[in-house]
C-alpha cells in the first residue's frame, strides 16, 4: 500500500496523475500536495444543473452563471466580417435562449435548425434573452464530434446538482480544470492532517469554522455560504498572524529597550512655542500632547503621525526635536527627498536663528571634508539636530546622545527600515530614540493596522489658518492651449505656477518632458514669463538655486518633474498644471495639488488628461470630486485594490492571498484586538500549545518584523 498522502507528498508520487499534467503543475511551481492546497480558488463560478430555459432565465438574472439547458434549434444566423459569429435560437416549451459563437466559422457546420441537443456555457441575460458566450454543443446523435477541438477538460462532476466551481489562478499551459482534478486527489488526505493552530473555544466564540474545514470548503464549495465560512477564516488567519507579529514586535521594543525619558515642563513648552512663527492650532496642540505623553516615559516612544498635505505636520515635528534639544539631547530629521530635507533645513534655520541650537545637514552629496566635520560634530554632540535624507540612517552615522528620531516619509516603508534608525542608540539594554513617523499622505485605517501596526497612531485633522481652497479641474489635453492662455492671465497678475510634466528627456513615449515644454511655453503661451525648471537629473546646487529663485519670486513659473511632489511649500505658488495627469497615481496627483493653496491667493489645479484605462478614469474622477485626503486614501485603496497599495516590495511583507483589506476591515479590526491580548497575555508565545502558531508566525513575519532581534 502507499503511503497516505500529506503535504509534503511529491505530486510527481501521486497515483493517476498523467506525467505530463505533472510536468506542467511543477513548471507552475505546484509541486507537492501541500502546494496545491495551498494554491486558493481566485473566485468561484455558479454551475447550474439542468433547467428549462424559462427557470435558467429566472436564476440568471440575479448572477451569471454556468449553466445547462435542453433543446430544439429553431434557427441558425451566420455573421461574416472580422472574425465569423455564428448565432442559433435554442427552444424548449418554456421559452428561446441565444447560442453565441464569436470567431468561430467552424461551428457553422456544427449546427442544423432542428437539431436537438444540450448547450453548456456561460449565461446572463442580454437584450431581455438568456445567451450562452461559446457554450459546448453537444447534439443528440453523434456526441463528441461537434465539439470544439481545445483541449477536452475533465468531465465535470454530477450534473444534477447545482454547485459551485472553483476557479484557480491558471496559465495558457496549464487549465484551471486540470489544477482542480490535481487537488482533487490530495485535498482530504491533506486536510485530514491539518492541525488547528486556534484553540476551538476561541473559533466558536468569533464564528470561525477549523482550518481543516476551510481548506476543504474553499476549494470544492457546495454554495456561497460554505465559501464565505472558508474564506473568512482563511483571511482571519493571514490578519490574525501578522498582528500577532507587529503586536510582539512592539511588546519586546518595550521590554528590551529603554528611552530617555524627556519632561515637558512649562518652562520648555514655553520656550518651543516663543520659537513657533504662529499660534498652533487645537489639533497640533491636542497631537504634540499625545507626543509629550509618550516622550516623558522611559520607554521609546513609537508613533505614526497621519495628515493630509498642508495639515501643518512640520510643526509638531519640530515641537518633538526641541523637547529633546531642551533636556540636552539630540534630534534628527530624516526626510524623503534632498529637496524636501533642504527646505526643513531651511525653516529650521530660521526659526532657531540667534539661538544655541546649532543644526547639522546630511546628504549623500555631502562629500570630503564637510560630511566628515558634520558626522564628528554628531558624534561629538557638537550638533543638537541633524537633517538629512536616509543618509543619516547609514551605519557610519553616530550620534552623542540621539532622544528624539522623526521620519518624514514618502514612500511606506516596513518596519525593518524604521528599525535601523533605533540602532543608532547606545548602552546594555540598549537606549533607542523616541521616534515619530509622518505619513505624507494619509493612508486608509486598514493599511496603517497593516504596515504601521507596531506604531500607536495620531491622526492631525482639518488644516491651518491661512489655507485657501484649492478650484480642481479636469480637463483633456485638446484644451490646453486654453487653459495656458487663460493662466497667462493671471500670471500677468503676479502669480506663480508649477507645470509638472512626467519625463526628463525627450523619448519616443511620446510624453512632455521638461526641456521642450519649457520652450513650448517660453515661445508660445506664456511668451516673456520668466520660466525656470527642476528634475532629478540636475545637481544639487542647481536645483536649489532654482528653487531659491522660484521662491523669491524672480522666477514665476517652474517646469518641473513629480520630483516637486512632496512637501514643497512655496504660498506665493497659486497655480498648479499637471500634464498627463492620468499617467500619476490618485496619492501622487492628491500631493501635487497640495502644493498649491499656502497663500492667501485663490488657488487653481488644472489636470490635464486623458485615460485610456479604466483605473485611469477613476483616479481623474476621484481627484476632481473631493479634496479631503482621507477619502482619497480610500478611493485609492478602492480602484488599486490592496495588493498594490499594500506594497509587498516595499513594506517587505508577504501579501495577503485571501484576506481583502477593503472588504476584511471588521476582521481586522477583530484580528487586531485578539492579537493585542494574546501577546498581554502571552508576549513570546511561550505557553503550552502554541508552539505550531509560534512556528508560523516566525516563518511568515520573524525576518521582516526583526521579531528576536529588537534594538
Ligand atoms: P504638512 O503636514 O504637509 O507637512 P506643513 O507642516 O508643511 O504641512 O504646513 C503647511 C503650511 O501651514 C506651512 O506653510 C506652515 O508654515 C503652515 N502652518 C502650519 N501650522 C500652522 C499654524 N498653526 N498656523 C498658521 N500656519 C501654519
Ligand atoms: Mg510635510
Known amino acids: 500500500m502507499p503511503d497516505a498522502i500529506t503535504a509534503k507528498t511529491r505530486i510527481a508520487d501521486l497515483p493517476g496523475l498523467n506525467p505530463r499534467l505533472v510536468e506542467r503543475l511543477s513548471a507552475f511551481e505546484l509541486r507537492t500536495a501541500g502546494d496545491l492546497v495551498r494554491h486558493f480558488p481566485m473566485r468561484h463560478e455558479r454551475r447550474l444543473a439542468e433547467r428549462t430555459i424559462a427557470q435558467t432565465e429566472k436564476e440568471v438574472a440575479d448572477e451569471q452563471a454556468v449553466v445547462r439547458v435542453r433543446g430544439t434549434v429553431a434557427a441558425v444566423k451566420v455573421r461574416r466580417g472580422r472574425g465569423a459569429v455564428v448565432e442559433a435560437t435554442l427552444e424548449d416549451e418554456s421559452g428561446s435562449a441565444r447560442l453565441m459563437w464569436f470567431n468561430a466559422g467552424w461551428m457553422r457546420d456544427k449546427i442544423h435548425p432542428g437539431d436537438t441537443g444540450v448547450a453548456e456555457g456561460k449565461a446572463k441575460i442580454r437584450n431581455g434573452f438568456l445567451e450562452l458566450g461559446n457554450p459546448r454543443w453537444i447534439p443528440d446523435r453523434a456526441s463528441d464530434e461537434a465539439e470544439p477541438k481545445a483541449p477536452k477538460p475533465p468531465s465535470a462532476p454530477a450534473e444534477s446538482m447545482d454547485r459551485l466551481r472553483a476557479v484557480y489562478p491558471a496559465s495558457e499551459q496549464l487549465l484551471s480544470s486540470e489544477i482542480e482534478l490535481a487537488v482533487g486527489k490530495v485535498l482530504q488526505p491533506v486536510c485530514a492532517t491539518i492541525e488547528d493552530p486556534l484553540p476551538s473555544e476561541f473559533r466558536q466564540a468569533r464564528g470561525l469554522i477549523a482550518l481543516a474545514e476551510a481548506y476543504r470548503l474553499y476549494h470544492d464549495a457546495r454554495d456561497d455560504e460554505d465559501v464565505a465560512a472558508a474564506r473568512k477564516r482563511l483571511a482571519y488567519d493571514e490578519l490574525f498572524l501578522l498582528q500577532l507579529g507587529v503586536m510582539m514586535r512592539r511588546a519586546q521594543l518595550r521590554s528590551r529597550t529603554r528611552a530617555i525619558p524627556l519632561k515637558l515642563e512649562p518652562t520648555i513648552d514655553q520656550h518651543i512655542r516663543a520659537r513657533i512663527p504662529f499660534t498652533l492650532t487645537a489639533e497640533q496642540d491636542r497631537v504634540i500632547g499625545e507626543i509629550a505623553k509618550d516622550m516623558g516615559e522611559p520607554f521609546a ?83 543638537d539636530i541633524a537633517i538629512g535624507t536616509h543618509a543619516l540612517l547609514e551605519s557610519g552615522i553616530a550620534f552623542r546622545s540621539l532622544a528624539v528620531a522623526v521620519i518624514d516619509e514618502q514612500h511606506r ?213 473631493t479634496d479631503d485626503g482621507f477619502e482619497i486614501a480610500e478611493t485609492d485603496l478602492r480602484i488599486r485594490g490592496p495588493g498594490e497599495v499594500f506594497g509587498s516590495r516595499q513594506s517587505g511583507l508577504p501579501p495577503f492571498q485571501v484576506a481583502d483589506l477593503t472588504r476584511d476591515a471588521e476582521l481586522l479590526g477583530q484580528a487586531r484586538q485578539d492579537a493585542k491580548e494574546w501577546i498581554d497575555r502571552d508576549p513570546e508565545l511561550a505557553a503550552a500549545g502554541v508552539a505550531a502558531l509560534k512556528h508560523k508566525l516566525m516563518l511568515a513575519y520573524g525576518k521582516a518584523l526583526g521579531l528576536g532581534d529588537v534594538g
Not at 529650521?348 to 536663528?353: A, D, G
Not at 544655541?356 to 554632540?381: C, D, H, K
Not at 521662491?551 to 497659486?574: C, F, K, M, W, Y
Open 301 to 383: 516612544m513609537n508613533r505614526l503621525l497621519q495628515g493630509d498635505v498642508g495639515s501643518g505636520k512640520t510643526a509638531v515635528a519640530v515641537y518633538a526635536m526641541l523637547l529633546a534639544v531642551a533636556h540636552g539631547h539630540q534630534a534628527a530629521l530624516v526626510a524623503p527627498t534632498e529637496i524636501l530635507a533642504e527646505q526643513h533645513y531651511a525653516v529650521l534655520r530660521n526659526m532657531l536663528k540667534g539661538s544655541q541650537v546649532r543644526i547639522a545637514f546630511v546628504t549623500g552629496s555631502n562629500t570630503g571634508a564637510e560630511r566628515m566635520e558634520r558626522v564628528a560634530g554628531l558624534a561629538t554632540g557638537k550638533f
Open 413 to 625: 516603508f516596513g518596519v525593518k527600515q524604521r528599525a535601523a534608525i533605533r540602532q543608532k542608540g547606545q548602552g546594555e539594554l540598549p537606549l533607542v530614540p523616541h521616534t515619530l513617523v509622518m505619513t505624507a499622505t494619509p493612508i486608509p485605517r486598514t493599511l496603517a493596522i497593516t504596515l504601521y501596526g507596531d506604531l500607536d497612531t495620531s491622526v492631525l485633522r482639518g488644516m491651518p489658518p491661512g489655507r485657501t481652497r484649492v478650484i480642481t479641474r479636469v480637463v483633456t489635453p485638446e484644451k490646453a492651449p486654453e487653459v495656458y492662455a487663460y493662466l497667462r492671465t493671471r500670471l500677468d497678475r503676479g502669480e506663480q505656477a508649477y507645470v509638472v510634466v512626467p519625463a526628463i528627456e525627450e523619448s519616443d513615449l511620446g510624453l512632455k518632458d521638461v526641456a521642450n515644454h519649457v520652450r513650448y511655453l517660453q515661445e508660445g503661451p506664456w511668451k516673456g514669463i520668466a520660466i525656470s525648471c527642476l528634475h532629478g537629473a540636475m545637481t544639487r546646487e542647481d536645483r536649489e538655486a532654482n528653487m531659491k529663485v522660484f521662491r523669491s519670486g524672480a522666477v514665476q513659473a517652474l517646469v518641473a518633474t513629480i520630483i516637486i511632489e512632496v512637501g514643497v511649500d512655496i504660498p506665493n505658488a497659486s497655480i498648479m498644471v499637471v500634464e498627463h495627469a492620468d499617467r500619476f497615481g490618485l496619492a501622487q496627483l492628491h500631493q501635487l495639488r497640495g502644493r498649491v493653496g499656502r497663500g492667501a491667493t485663490p488657488s487653481l489645479c488644472v489636470f490635464l488628461g486623458d485615460a485610456v484605462t479604466t483605473e485611469g478614469k477613476d483616479r481623474l474622477a476621484a481627484i476632481g470630486a
